[in-house]
């Protein structure tokens, strides 16, 4: 069920013995948001416990340290940016998805899989929802907690670039900076700073990248054997692969991640007339018009081509 | 002399037939600050005319035509974003280098050269600086002003990431948003874009960085032959300069860009302890103490040599 602020808020304040999740490979938002509802439960006086699974190394500075469970025992499962159950990982699915009694969340397509739902598609993040829940649940934001909320807005608004960033967004993340917080060092911890691992990463990246059909359709293949040598996760390189969509004329931008030998999930990002959901539900995938996936098998090469091809024809109605 | 917001503001009511000059190699900050200020001169009902040298590719949506000069004389000349006179360019610093009625900027370094000046460094971009003018003047924001502003701001503060930006930066763009102006589109054109051009510099970019002493120095060479083979002109490619002092772990990152055959800018940004004037200033360079400058002659790998053993010795202070 759908709720408002002022639900949330109440849920919220009559709460105990409460167990925060998010989704698993967490972003800044996921993570923000999850310690940012931490710090504020406990101090309002709350038994809390949050989990997550990995962290990326560049957000190991919004961690709050949680003391021993002992004996703790959820009563009140809240999630922070997670629309579907599944994302929240087989473990934590399995053991919390069927009860989960709040979720907060920013994403247009949340499931309903909680009791109560506060989902507001129009804020950027799950760390700009909860602002405003906590400007109407009239708590004070401390230099904590904004760090983190504002962490989670700068890292899914890709530091204010993105479709999603409203006035409204940048009014909050003014009253955030207003507590002091250093958000130049956020900056340059999440956006302004590779490792050298990224960095090799990268490079085999811009190398793996090839172009067809006079410039209108980019492949950039990720191969597990990348990952191995440059010594990187899926989780630490989400920037790089937008890069084929970021050419200027390409109309279909293909990435191939390598989930396991010979099998490849696609993410395909398209300008018109290319419509990424019926290209990709011509492999059985699916998703929006500009952004869809799919899964295929083969060899990088034979999945290249079926994809060029596919996207060949679907430019050709230009 | 140095002038406050309000004197400013008089001097421009007061003027007519006016020249705005930014600086050579314009980015999205100069192009931004004068084309809004051109348009609200306009508005005014002033006699106006602009100057600019070359336009990226990417920012020509920023461009507002203007009638043919038909005898033109300027009688008050304004530069927007122009910390010294010689960065006008040859043409214009010998034309009207001298007798520049009013600066407006937000260099802390603008070196005094205009009668009077109205600078203010805690501001982000010189597009902040004519924001907060105009609202000084009680001049009500247009979407084609508030489009131009939002882009140097954006431009500048590298969409709202760097050490320059403030609370009140953000304020200023969520102001300019509320005009409507299509900021996606700005930042995509201006982020999110990349040329096939850019992104061909980049790969050999990429191909070319060399890190040195265990990581600590990282050495990037832009040849004029990467240049010619990517088609891309310096001020197109300003962002990937910054990629050497980006790595995690390198505390001097040199930029090394081919100005003619055998003769090298050398761009340096550092950490502590590495003190990047003092280190330039070995080779007849200076600037700051985290970002300086020199030119050296001799081959890429010479210059290059010579560079990482002084920074070798500049890190051994670690």
Known sequence: ?????????????????????????????????????????????KRVRYYT????????????????????????????DVADRKLLGDEMNEKYGAWVDLAIDHHGSNTGYANKTLVCPEKAAACE???????????????????????????????FRYANVTADTLRAAAALMDTGIDAVKVNNDVFETKTRQYVLFERMAMNALETFHNGQIAVMTLTQEMF????????????????????????????????????????????DPVDASVLCALFGGGGHKYAAGCELTGTAEEVS?????AAEEATAHN
């Open 1 to 45: 069920m759908n709720i408002t602020m002022r639900r949330a808020a109440a849920a919220l304040r009559q709460a105990d013995d409460i167990l925060i999740l998010t989704h698993a490979y967490p972003d800044g938002d996921a993570l923000g948001s999850l310690f940012a509802l931490y710090l504020l439960l406990v101090r309002m006086g």
């Open 53 to 80: 699974s990995d962290e990326p190394q560049n957000l190991t500075f919004l961690r709050v340290e949680q003391p021993p469970a002992e004996g703790f025992k959820p009563r009140f499962i809240v999630t922070v």
């Open 129 to 159: 929802v909860l602002y405003d829940l906590m400007r109407a649940m009239h708590e004070s934001l401390s230099p904590e907690i904004a760090l983190r909320l504002y962490t989670g807005i700068a890292t899914d608004t890709g530091c």
């Open 228 to 271: 191995r040598k440059a010594g990187v996760g899926e989780s630490d390189v989400q920037g790089i692969k937008a890069l084929p969509r970021m050419i200027e004329g390409v109309l279909a931008g293909f990435t191939l991640t390598e989930k396991e030998p010979g099998r490849w999930r696609v993410s395909l990002r398209s300008r």
């Open 305 to 309: 081509a079926r994809l060029v091809r």
